[in-house]
């Protein structure tokens, strides 16, 4: 019988393994988001949160995948993972920050390592021996597994613990860095509740319960802008991401947030035309073709507002309005990949002009 310290090693062994084979599942079937000042961003809120008890040799990262899911999860070696879609959610860098250390509390705390020790010793070898799970969020799923021994409300009592030590030491290191928990807290009101439990509402609850006003330093002064304008082009490519799953109301609410934090942005207002056109309801057109003109005065040189409203003028049948939108397209942009489409379409107009002139 091995001690508990060469169990220890060989458990750490294990979950090194599983976590390189998890990642590498992730990056295959994944689409990683990239936008450097973002990333630089989230890193310095990490090192800024980082406790100085952390785990020897491993860094924390963010790794954030593009992705309509709100979910966030962590792995032993220190990467957070988190869905674009999740941070499309985020009201303010309070939030953030709360979403974060609760991450690095579980990396801190060896959470992963701690739900596997739990278990009899006799399933360490084949816990991993199973076929990938679609499951992004591992972790959880392995502290649930039926390999464990444990009573089913052991295993939930596990999992509910670590849970609430990651929120607690999560919350903490929030004050520590001298950010408003109440204004963190507030990430609770802005994700909604996928597991049905209503777990949701007792989390912000039991976490506002620790809180002692007494002892609260002042809030961090943040400047809220600096958060917003990291987020512009993420907002973008997340409503870009909702329109080609035809997810329209989640299109709408990520662009009409980019467009309340940035009235003035060109691409913000075309793709709510877009939304607005592609939804094909009549009555959105005109409100559609607003958002494009807006478009257009912001960035004159934008050549995909032309187009869209050279589009509309053709399907109402007003060729020359619609000629003269498409031609402005093409002089923008004489080199786009759609230019056949247009030039097709201006066919169209000056047939239907020759037409009306006959």
Partial sequence: MS????????????????????????????LLYREPQLEQYLERMVAGLMPDDGVEGVVPHVVLISDSGQNAYSFPDGAIYIHT????????EAELALLLSHELAHVTRRHALRALAAGPAETDETI??????????????????????????????????????????????????????????????????????????????FLRQTLSPTHLPAGRSTDPTVFRNHLQDLLLEQGRLEVRHGRWDEALRCTRRLLRDSPNHARGHFLLGEILRQRNEAEEVPQALAHYFQAIAADPFLPEPYKAIGLIHLKKGQARL???????????????????????????????IEGEDL
């Fill in 322 to 352: 619609a000629k003269g939108f498409f031609e402005s397209a093409l002089a923008l942009a004489p080199h786009a990949h759609d230019n056949d489409y247009i030039r097709s379409y201006l066919t169209q107009c000056i047939t239907m």
């Fill in 85 to 92: 879609g999740l941070l499309s959610h985020l009201e303010n």
């Fill in 128 to 205: 991993f021996d199973r076929t990938l799970s679609d499951s992004l969020a591992w972790f959880h799923e392995l502290t649930a597994q039926k390999e464990f021994a444990q009573p089913d409300a052991a295993r939930v009592s596990l999992r509910r613990s670590l849970e609430q030590e990651a929120d607690r030491v999560g919350l903490d290191m929030v004050i520590k860095a001298k950010y408003d928990p109440y204004e963190a807290l507030k990430i609770f009101e802005h994700l909604k509740e996928g597991n049905g439990s209503g777990a949701g509402g007792q989390r912000p609850a």
């Fill in 3 to 30: 001690s508990p310290q060469g169990r220890g090693e060989r458990l750490a062994q294990l979950l090194s393994f599983e976590t390189r084979r998890q990642q590498t599942a992730i990056a295959r079937r994944s």
